[in-house]
């Protein structure tokens, strides 16, 4: 819980202030440099729910996982269930695609590091 989430993709929000991730199309260095520009849609959309958006926005590289579940609970209160177990494999599934790495660890956790993309 004191792994520091930090955004790794760039994102945009919609009409109801709800976060969209831009996924490029490319994420090879050589192909993106040259095919990407050159694309009329750059970039995969993927639009994020209330929670997600919360989640998404306060994954800034300062907030630990505890500060981030605190928000939520403060935000969403009693909708908020199993709060945990719910971020929990949010934070997992965001990693596990690259949208998100930890930054750095707090003293008394093992060394986890995710790869940059």
């Not at 970039?43 to 579940?69: M, P, Q, Y």
Request: some cysteine.
């Amino acid at each position: 819980m004191d792994l520091v989430p930090e955004r790794l993709r760039e994102h945009s929000t919609d009409r109801h202030d709800q976060v969209v991730l831009l996924i490029p199309r490319f994420t090879d260095p050589v192909l993106g440099r040259l095919l990407q520009p050159r694309l009329p849609f750059p970039h995969f959309k993927v639009h994020l729910d209330r929670l997600g958006s919360l989640v998404w926005l306060n994954c800034d590289g300062s907030k630990t996982v505890r500060e981030i579940a605190s928000v939520l609970a403060e935000q969403f209160g009693q909708d908020l269930d199993p709060g945990h177990g719910r971020l929990a494999l949010f934070l997992l599934s965001l990693e596990e695609a690259g949208h998100i790495r930890y930054a750095h660890e707090f003293p008394g956790n093992p060394a986890r590091t995710s790869p940059a993309p």
